[in-house]
């Protein structure tokens, strides 16, 4: 498909199937796609909590404005951000990296977050 084209037919989807069920192949490629997206610094601080449980699924419904497509969808996943991930070995977030490109990118990571909690 056209990138114009799959931008301009993109929707958000809001009634799903109860019944449905998606393969856990399909979840996996889904989000293998998603993890392609660009981060500040390459650091991916994005963590997937992925929820197929309808039990789950009803007590964070009611923490969502009772929609009712939160327990209709197969499943949710729920994006969270790990605030400290800058913190947590930065090396290896360019560890392919050309040695001049780490020795300048490394020390900017933690200047660019170090005490900044906004841009964390
Ligand atoms: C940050 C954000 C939060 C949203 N939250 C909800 C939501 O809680 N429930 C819902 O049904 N749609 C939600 N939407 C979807 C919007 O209603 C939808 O994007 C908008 O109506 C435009 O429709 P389209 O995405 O089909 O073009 C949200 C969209 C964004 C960007």
């Avoid at 300048?104 to 906004?118: F, M, R, T, V």
């Amino acid at each position: 498909m056209d990138v114009f084209e799959a931008i301009g037919k993109r929707r958000s989807i809001k009634n799903f199937d109860p019944s449905h069920i998606i393969p856990k192949q399909q979840i996996d490629k889904i989000l293998s796609a998603a993890i392609l997206s660009p981060t500040s610094y390459n650091i991916q601080n994005w963590r997937f909590v992925t929820i197929a449980n309808k039990d789950l699924q009803a007590k964070i419904r009611q923490a969502s404005w009772n929609q009712a497509q939160v327990t209709d969808a197969s499943v949710v996943v729920i994006l969270c951000a790990d605030l400290l991930a800058w913190k947590k070995d930065p090396a290896r977030y360019w560890k392919n990296a050309p040695q001049a490109a780490r020795d300048y990118l490394i020390p900017a990571i933690i200047k660019s977050y170090e005490g900044q909690d906004q841009f964390q």
